[in-house]
């Protein structure tokens, strides 16, 4: 009797570890709804300005600059003795630009001799522009002037021509007259039309064109 209970509660230990190892696990749940976010954190407060950096060294003064001239060019020739009643100068890098954009004025010097006192003479010089009436030799001077771009002669070139006419006439003068030194000024526009030139003093180029030789000198601070 014994050994049959024994086998009987035996059997029912079994039975019940067999049907609880072979029930199945439920399936899981749905996902719940996400929680709403949490407010802003207040800000922190502003933190304090930094102390002011101290001032650089000052920078070297630069040095002066030099006295300018109107960026006027005067170009010198020698002695030229005329006998064929014209004569040509050329003006090397000069371009029709530049003609196009500038006063040109011509200037012959003439040696003389001045009666001193004593029956004695003092050799003088005097410049006469061009054109004007030769002194003391009377004749008629006329100027032509032409210019080049200078892309075939391998840079920029003009010619500043004087040609001599008898008094009043259209003939050439064909007397020996000898042009002891010559100058040709080349005055920008902008040294005598622009309000802003630091040489302007209110000259238009009427007031340059009656200019003598020396008073071009003075007004652009040139060298004699």
Known sequence: ?????KLFTYVLIILSVTITSCAKD???GAVGPAGTQ??????????SDGADGSDGVDGTNGTDGEDGNANVQVIEYDS???TTGSVTYAMQGISLDDLNESLILGF???IYQK????????TKKRWVQVPGRGTPTLFDSRVIIEGSTGV???GPSSDFIVNLYELGSVLAYLEEVTFDEFKIFVIPASSFSSPSSPVNSGKNSQDILEMSHDELITHFELEK
Do not use: R
């Open 38 to 47: 949490g407010t802003d954190g207040i800000n922190g407060a502003d933190g």
């Open 26 to 28: 439920g399936e899981d």
């Open 108 to 110: 012959y010097a003439e």
């Open 115 to 122: 009666p001193n006192a004593g029956n004695s003479f003092v």
């Open 152 to 154: 075939l002669s391998g």
């Open 1 to 5: 009797m014994k050994t049959t209970m």
């Open 80 to 82: 030229e003795t005329i």
